[in-house]
């Protein structure tokens, strides 16, 4: 995930966790030099939508700490859910065994696919999950007689982690460049962002046509094309409209490439749909999900496929199977998390309440979006971004970092990737809350450009 740096204020310097943790740990997506300069955060505990320091002062967490929280810091019934399930099982492996919560966690899921994708295969943290959906599409294509169908296909902009294989199908150069000679090729194409202008007029159709051109020359050789669905997170929240994804799907089925949907960042609601892709009314051949799906408290992914690919790799010979594994694959607490997370769906009608709440806090952002420097007010579920205007390019360099410091001094979590400034908070958002974020980005946006 893009970081700022962790830029932070003076004032929530904590000298003995700080320096204690420059000293011993090395923080992820961080020059640590910056931090000569900038203090960290050092964090006592979480509640609801809020994060406290160690002074008591408390923040908002407007992006769900790294887009994984759904509902709440501390909330009592994932605790509760997690409490039982460490008496029973903390852990066991997978290979040769199983357990409840994996079981009943890989029905539920399956069913939210109409059983489409009935079949879950589980790591820890996102990139690992795409790896397993690159390597099992490769693997699928040498089960069924094209070992030569080995290419990958990704967006412009794409991001899907920080591993090797994920790597070489992300487009974000800041994360890939130094990597560069390490990575595989991949063929990158137009992003469909609504942003755009295009000659054709129709941005969807015009990233389709350059989808299909490839898969006309080169399908022979494509394993499969992997996209973030309805919005790409990490280069700027770049979103764009359902239709593409239904076009994609009719290309990869006509030339026989796999669809990969990662919904690391954009599964579990995010979007307005459980899942992404049902906007689409599609189902892609994989789908990875991560992040939100433990309600944001343990590290737990998954591929989802379809039983033609699972049956591909059925077999008496032991080198047609997936022998891919990591040593916490289908953790039961982490499992436990995500059915405790689901239920939460359940039982709340997650999905419903959001519209009520996206459009609340829609309302209350007007005065951002009128901002005459704010530029491509966007919202796709319970995600909201704008661009906002730089004439000056040094003052666009630095407009993340301050934008990030100034909020925390008005009590909110914000990382603005570039000049993009998006807000991903959890689904527990109550009326004062949203006022309090929605005038807060006001102020802040105010603050930083005048
Ligand atoms: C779309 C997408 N894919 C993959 C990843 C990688 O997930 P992780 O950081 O858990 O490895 C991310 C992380 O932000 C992501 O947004």
Request: charge should be negative; glycine fraction near 8%; aromatic fraction near 10%.
């Amino acid at each position: 995930m893009p970081a700022n740096g962790g830029n932070v204020s003076s004032e929530t310097f904590q000298p003995d966790w700080v320096h204690r943790s420059l000293q011993s740990v090395w923080h992820p997506c961080t020059q640590m030099q910056h931090h000569e300069h900038i203090p960290l955060v050092s964090l006592a505990r979480g509640q609801g939508a809020w994060l406290f320091d160690h002074e008591g002062r408390r923040l908002l967490d407007a992006v769900s700490s790294w887009w994984v929280n759904l509902f709440g810091h501390a909330n009592p019934r994932i605790n509760h859910a997690l409490k039982q399930q460490l008496d029973q099982l903390e852990h066991a492996m997978l290979a040769g065994f199983t357990h409840e919560p994996v079981v009943l966690l890989s029905e539920r899921l399956g069913a939210l696919t109409g059983n489409h994708l009935g079949h879950c295969f589980y790591a820890s943290d996102g990139a690992s999950a795409v790896e397993i959906a690159l390597k099992m599409s490769f693997h699928f294509w040498r089960n069924s007689g094209h070992p030569e169908k080995c290419e990958f296909v990704c967006l412009r902009g794409s991001y899907h982690g920080e591993t090797l294989g994920a790597l070489a199908v992300t487009d974000v150069a800041l994360f890939r460049d130094a990597y560069g000679p390490l990575l595989g090729q991949a063929h990158v194409v137009m992003s469909p962002d609504a942003r755009q202008n295009v000659p054709e007029g129709n941005v969807v159709q015009a990233a389709l046509n350059e989808v299909e051109a490839l898969f006309q020359q080169r399908a022979d050789r494509i394993a499969s094309i992997i996209v973030e669905p309805l919005v790409q997170c990490a280069t700027g929240m770049a979103m764009y409209e359902p239709s593409y994804l239904a076009g994609l799907r009719k290309l990869c089925d006509r030339y026989h490439v796999h669809l990969i949907a990662d919904e690391i960042a954009v599964g579990c609601g995010r979007t307005g749909t459980f899942f992404a892709c049902e906007q689409a009314e599609i189902w892609p051949d994989y789908i990875c999900l991560s992040k939100g799906i433990s309600g944001g408290y343990l590290p737990l992914s998954l591929v989802m496929t379809t039983n033609e690919i699972y049956s591909a790799f059925y077999s008496d010979e032991l080198t047609r199977g997936f022998l891919h594994s990591h040593s916490y694959t289908g953790n039961p607490l982490a499992c436990r998390a995500a059915l405790a997370t689901l239920d939460i769906f359940e039982q709340d009608n997650v999905l419903q309440g959001n519209l009520v709440k996206a459009d609340q806090l829609s309302q209350a952002l007007a005065p951002v979006k009128a901002h005459p420097r704010v530029k491509h007010f966007r919202r796709q579920g319970m995600i909201w971004a704008f661009d906002v205007e730089f004439n000056d390019p040094v003052a666009a360099s630095q407009f993340s970092r301050q934008f990030f410091s100034v909020a925390l001094l008005n009590g909110l979590l914000i990382r603005p990737i570039g000049t993009t400034v998006y807000l991903m908070p959890p689904y527990i958002l109550s009326d004062t809350e949203i006022a309090f974020l929605a005038n807060g980005v006001h102020a802040v946006l105010h603050q930083v450009l005048s």
